[in-house]
């Protein structure tokens, strides 16, 4: 092995490059006068399915925005490699939380995940027989293929959630954000989405979900962010669903038994 040291150095490094993590940075962010993240330093890991937890107002959206180069930051960096995590949208797939998405919005099942394939297209290009057929094959995998023609706002929560599942998985991104994706959808649904998630991960993708709930589901998650402002609590999910953790972050208010 050690006699062609420079060609296999040459191909680690370009098949690490496709697997950093994201690393944040002493990240801070305020709205106005409002500190609503302070120093956050952490890593997202490929490989895993990541969950980031805490309480209402906790700053989870805000985190996840940050992440993406969504709101600005006041401190700090958010880097994969060596580059600015938001100068890589093209990797990215992001579903915002259900109460940002204007669900009136007059599309089709099928428009919403072709754009999934805008950024491979173009928006004034024809989509080829390859990005249709890459939608179609996300709209099998998550159960909506006979939707297809239905307006969006006419479906069940879950039905959405797992049509902008759809669109994500159309874009073939390295980074999945979700942001509180099971509010509102029923079982079939999460049992849907948490097995894509796992997909994903195994697949070797970056997987982050904001997730507010601390019930049976949580035990899907590999690794856990405990956010109340800045970091209670970051790694595996056993070590983070501590009591000691759990209460620094919501207060006392929840009764949580380690799965
Ligand atoms: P979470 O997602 O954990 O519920 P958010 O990230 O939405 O928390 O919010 C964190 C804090 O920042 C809250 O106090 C919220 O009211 C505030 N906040 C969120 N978005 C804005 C905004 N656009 N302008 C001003 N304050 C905001
Ligand atoms: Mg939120």
């Known amino acids: 092995m050690a006699d062609f040291p420079i060609p296999s150095l040459h191909l680690v490094s370009a098949g690490a490059a496709a697997l950093q993590p994201i690393r944040v940075n002493h990240v801070s962010v305020h709205y106005r006068h409002l500190l609503a993240l302070e120093d956050i330093t952490l890593a997202v890991y490929p490989g895993r399915v990541t969950g980031l937890i805490g309480p209402n107002g906790a700053g989870k959206s805000t985190l996840l925005k940050a992440i993406l180069g969504l709101v600005a930051v006041s401190e700090g960096t958010v880097l994969r490699g060596e580059r600015p995590v938001a100068d890589q949208r093209d990797r990215i797939a992001y579903v915002p939380q259900r109460s940002q998405i204007d669900w009136l919005y007059p599309a089709t099942v099928w428009d919403v995940v072709m754009m999934g394939r805008v950024k491979q297209a173009g928006w004034f290009r024809r989509f080829s027989a390859s990005s249709r057929q890459q939608a ?3 709209l099998e995998r998550v159960g ?3 939707f297809r023609d239905r307006p969006i706002g ?25 942001d509180e994706p099971f509010v509102g ?15 994903l991960a195994d697949q070797g993708k970056i997987v982050l979900v904001v997730n507010h709930d601390l019930g049976e589901s949580i035990t899907h998650f590999d690794h856990l962010i405990l956010l109340n ?9 056993q070590q983070v669903l501590k009591s000691d953790n759990l209460t620094r972050a919501y207060g ?8």
Not at 167 to 178: G, T, Y
Not at 186 to 195: G, I, N, P, R, W
Not at 229 to 237: K, L, N
Request: hydrophobic fraction near 45%; proline fraction near 2%.
């Open 136 to 138: 179609l094959a996300a």
């Open 144 to 146: 909506m293929e006979s």
């Open 154 to 178: 006419e479906l069940s929560g879950g039905q959405q959630q797992r049509v902008f599942l759809a669109r994500s998985l159309a874009q073939e991104a390295d980074i999945f954000c979700f």
């Open 185 to 199: 959808v029923d079982q079939k649904t999460e049992a849907v989405l948490f097995k894509i998630f796992r997909e």
């Open 229 to 237: 402002r800045s970091i209670v609590a970051s790694g595996p999910r």
């Open 252 to 259: 006392g208010q929840v009764n949580f038994h380690v799965a």
